[in-house]
């Protein structure tokens, strides 16, 4: 081969060669679609999965102050709180997960316990002692910041439910608290629910907290009602769980609840 033909050649090859390359430069810069990621592929997935259940957030307000400790109610209160939760926590949450959040108020102060958890990852819940005097209002103060936390309670959530227990009258200031916790935007949406244990206790001021005008305050006379009250909420927001409308009010007949069933020395 003489020079000319070869150095020919050479260029020829060039030519060629960066026709490859460019082409090649050309296509990089073209999204390639797998043949197993076509688009719309992760869309239609995403359209049949399951939807996400959405919080059902249960609050308990519980005394847990001196009186508490006589006639058996503060033993019955921890026995009732335990069997709610164990109950929440065997639920199915297809349509909405109970989560429970439980406030204690006795001694000086009022104390965030659970602080809305869904109730299945709730391993245990500690038995309180009774003690000290009763400060409802930092409860109510405690509940309002609780229900405003939008980490814990998202927009999504349901309907939540207050449930306050108490044997006797507040020894804080509890007016404004009360009403700040009811003209809240999640506030006045909750069902709001109150027990008055024993002759001593503030029914005045229950009324005022309750929101079911079938119901205003139910009544403990002994340690066993504590029981059967927590079990008729209970049925009532299980009820409500797993309905096709989680979102309605709560609503619960005491009366439906046998009072021979009840086994104070239950864990």
């Keep these: 081969m003489g020079w000319a033909s070869m150095n020919e050649d050479n260029e020829s090859r060039f030519f ?17 679609i797998a043949p197993d990621k076509k688009p719309g592929v992760a869309t239609k997935l995403k359209a049949f999965a399951a939807p996400q259940a959405r919080p059902l957030p249960v609050i308990i ?22 069997q709610m939760v164990t109950s929440f926590a065997n639920e199915s949450r297809l349509r909405a997960e109970i989560q429970v959040g439980l406030i204690t108020f006795g001694g000086g102060e009022a104390e965030l316990h659970l602080p809305l958890v869904s109730a299945h990852a709730v391993k245990e819940v500690i038995s309180f002692s009774a003690a000290g005097a009763t400060p409802m209002g930092a409860a109510f103060e405690l ?18 439910v207050l449930v306050l227990v108490s044997d006797g009258a507040p020894t804080d200031k509890w007016e404004a608290p009360l009403a700040a916790l009811k003209s809240s935007e999640r506030g006045q949406k909750a069902s709001r629910i109150a027990m008055a244990i024993g002759a001593d206790a503030d029914r005045d001021l229950l009324a005022q907290f309750a929101n079911d005008a079938e119901a205003p305050v ?40 046998p009072g021979d069933d009840l086994d104070l020395d239950a864990i």
Excluded: C, W
């Design 16 to 32: 060629n060669a960066t026709i490859i390359r460019n082409a090649v430069d050309k296509n990089m810069n073209t999204p390639q």
């Design 61 to 82: 307000l519980a005394d847990v102050s001196g009186s508490m400790a006589e006639n058996g109610k503060i033993e019955a209160l921890n026995v009732a709180v335990r």
């Design 143 to 160: 509940a309002k910041q609780l229900l405003e936390d939008k980490d814990r309670i998202p927009s999504r959530a349901y309907r939540p």
């Design 218 to 257: 139910f009544e403990a006379h002994e340690a066993q009602d504590i029981r059967r009250f927590f079990r008729a909420v209970t049925m009532s927001v299980v009820a409500r769980s797993s309905s096709p409308t989680p979102d309605r009010p709560l609503t619960f007949d005491m009366s439906e609840i």
